[in-house]
């Protein structure tokens, strides 16, 4: 049997994450999108972090409110104060992390890093709630993983950043030996196709189980796409139907 990671983060055979909450509305990334889906029943959420300029951590996939909130700006250079007065959609406001974190003591968390002003207090965040065995640090630059990391008490969750996925993926496509490049994280978060053009192959997957990774898919939206990538092995789909993807795992007999 192959070994995957020991993070507790890792515990489940199957792990559905609802992108950024669930929500139809165009509320991504608010408690009122986290909460649909917990009360879907899913017990890990994807988000994003950034740090505002006084060193608040919010949950919020753009640097700038203007696309999903009322207000504009950079987060990186407003105040908390300010951002906390932007409403999502001109409804809910900006989470802090912290409530993400903190509100629903047995759901996981997976926290893409997007910004280097969010890595001390996305750390903060982490420690103050202690949530170590519940998050998934990421981001696409293993330069802010390793930071964000590297100022926590105890260990979580890694996945791979841009780089080095790519260093795995060429590596596998041309048959080279190219593990080295997930040396330090517990797995890989990745697009499956870039574009229209499908990039990942079971031998992907198989490379990456056999160095004791998982493989979690994102953002699959469609259930001929969701079944195919189960199909083929992947470990985890991130998905902004998670009400589709529960139809799914459940008429398959994996959902938990």
Request: glycine share 10%; proline share 4%.
């Amino acid at each position: 049997m192959t070994a995957r990671p020991t993070h507790p983060y890792f515990d489940v055979p199957f792990t559905a994450l609802a992108h950024r909450g669930f929500s139809r509305d165009g509320l991504e990334n608010s408690m009122a999108a986290f909460q649909a889906a917990v009360d879907l029943g899913f017990r890990y959420l994807e988000t994003d972090g950034h740090g505002t300029a006084d060193g608040v951590a919010v949950a919020l996939h753009d640097a700038s409110l203007d696309r999903t909130t009322d207000a504009e700006g950079e987060v990186a250079e407003l105040p908390w104060e300010t951002v906390r007065r932007a409403r999502i959609g001109g409804v809910e406001p900006v989470p802090l992390l912290e409530d993400v974190l903190g509100t629903w003591p047995d759901v996981r968390v997976n926290i893409d890093v997007k910004a280097e002003s969010g890595i001390v207090p996305i750390a903060e965040a982490i420690e103050r709630t202690g949530a170590h065995d519940r998050v998934c640090v990421a981001s696409f630059s293993a330069q802010r993983r390793e930071a964000t990391v590297a100022r926590l008490s105890r260990p979580v969750a890694t996945s791979a950043g841009t780089s080095e996925a790519a260093r795995f993926f060429v590596g596998g496509l041309l048959g080279l030996g190219t593990l080295r490049s997930l040396r330090g994280v517990d797995g890989l978060q990745i697009p499956w196709r870039v574009g229209v053009v499908p990039v990942l192959a079971q031998r992907h997957i198989r490379l990456a189980h056999q160095a004791g990774k998982v493989v979690h898919v994102w953002t699959v939206n469609r259930r001929e796409e969701m079944e195919s990538l189960i199909d083929a092995g992947v470990d985890g789909i991130v998905s902004d139907r998670a009400d589709l993807l529960r139809k799914v795992l459940e008429a398959r007999g994996m959902w938990r």
